[in-house]
């Protein structure tokens, strides 16, 4: 099967959902670690089926995907991104399962994605990030995200387009 392969790095590349991610999907959204910084809780098996069949169907053109994250060395999935294209901004939202966690990964693909989204798009890219996740905050201050408010302890973070246009 030949794969499509949306945005690659050097160690990582992004393609969409396929049903088989959903063991993989559901293990890391039950990870404790991961859980106590997103929106969900006591994810379940149903819940990912769900989640994955909507994932499956999703695509950038529609203007809402979840994408998945893959190792080029072993095809594993690792994590996933979110894009959500409002009329202003891009919504991003990412996760990644613990084990693949401080390897440079997200940042990698991240630095490939955010500057093709910016130059295709030319909206700004706006994220929410629990305000006790130092490590994902120190990943979009790398990344060039800046800080804008915060909401119901979440930090709206947002990176513009005046360096593409």
Request: hydrophobic residues 40%; negative net charge.
């Amino acid at each position: 099967m030949i794969e499509a392969k949306l945005f690659e790095s050097e160690r990582v590349y992004v393609r969409s959902f396929r049903q088989e991610d959903t063991l993989i999907f559901l293990a890391y959204r039950q990870d404790k670690e991961i859980e106590r910084y997103q929106g969900w809780k006591d994810y379940s098996l149903k819940d990912a089926q769900d989640f994955v069949e909507w994932a499956c169907n999703s695509s950038i053109a529609s203007g809402k995907t979840q994408l998945a994250l893959v190792l080029k060395e072993s095809n594993i999935m690792f994590g996933d991104i979110y894009l959500s294209f409002e009329e202003t901004h891009i919504d991003l939202g990412y996760t990644c399962a613990s084990a693949f966690q401080k390897k440079g990964y997200m940042t990698e693909i991240l630095n490939v994605v955010l500057p093709q989204l910016l130059q295709t798009y030319k909206k700004r890219i706006r994220t929410e990030i629990d305000v006790r996740n130092t490590e994902s905050i120190r990943l979009c201050e790398r990344l060039g995200f800046r800080h804008i408010e915060v909401v119901d302890a979440y930090l709206i973070m947002e990176k513009g387009v005046s360096s593409v246009v």
